[in-house]
């Protein structure tokens, strides 16, 4: 399966839409706020630049997709009256995969403007905001053109499904499941645990050839408390989707030939 061409969460803004439901990756962020402010305040006092590039991978769409970017320019414009420095200007970069609905983001670009100059009586900062489509396992932009990189909860989703989850009759070694369950043998954790290190150190390498010296990341990554990859708070969701999963095939009429 190509994943950089079908994969993509629910666009649009109706029931099933990801807008309609990332409330939880919405907490997530929330809940490591007060660190990714601390960067953003920290480069800036490090940092001598009139326009800082920004870039958010795995922004998807819905309202978390700009909540951090005013969060940011926020911090900022209070770091700025404090130390009395000029404002910068922001050059914002909005990335996930070339299915991702960036329509739906930029339709909600006039209000996130509005918002931002609701109740102010100095000059609004300059924010330009871009999207850009393609995986971030591999060089997105050009050399040394960003001082904060953002990720969360995208980084634990592969570029690929793991070539040796395979045998050598292209039969699947982790039958009957779509998650690393109970059931599943060592092979299969396995599988993941190399796929993940080379999709993250392409992800590193590339990222460091676009920030600035001195650029910041934060990166917040889905995990797990202890060693066992079978960790029942990350398996329990993916339990419920492998069943609904059964269900929906076991429903399906047998077509006969």
């Known amino acids: 399966m190509d994943v950089e061409r079908v994969f993509h969460m629910s666009g649009g803004v109706g029931k099933t839409s990801y807008a309609q439901n990332s409330s939880l990756q919405k907490k997530a962020s929330d809940m490591m706020k007060h660190i990714t402010m601390e960067t953003i305040q920290q480069l800036y006092h490090e940092v001598t630049a009139k326009s800082l590039g920004i870039a958010d991978l795995g922004c998807s769409s819905g309202p978390n997709s700009l909540s951090l970017i005013k969060d940011i320019v926020e911090a900022v414009e209070g770091s700025c ?98 998650y690393i369950s109970e059931s599943s043998p060592p092979s299969v954790s396995r599988a993941y645990w190399n796929q993940f290190q080379e999709d993250f150190s392409l992800f590193l390498k590339s990222r460091s050839e676009e ?24 398996s329990f969701f993916w339990e419920i989707l492998s069943r609904c999963l059964a269900i929906s095939v076991s429903q399906v009429p047998h077509c006969l030939v």
Do not use: Q
């Open 211 to 234: 920030l600035v010296t001195g650029g910041r990341m934060v990166l917040i990554i889905l995990g797990r408390i202890g060693h066992n990859h079978v960790d029942r708070g990350n």
């Open 81 to 178: 009256h404090k130390t009395c420095r000029p404002l910068p200007e922001f050059r914002v970069f909005l990335n996930d995969l070339p299915t991702n609905d960036f329509n739906s983001v930029f339709k909600t670009l006039p209000d996130f403007y509005r918002d931002l100059k609701k109740d102010k009586t100095e000059r609004c900062p300059a924010i330009f905001i871009a999207g850009y489509p393609g995986s971030f396992y591999g060089r997105l932009f050009p050399n040394n053109c960003l001082h904060f990189i953002y990720s969360s909860y995208s980084l634990h989703w592969l570029s690929k499904v793991p070539p040796s989850l395979y045998d050598e009759h292209g039969k699947s070694i982790n039958r009957g499941n779509v």
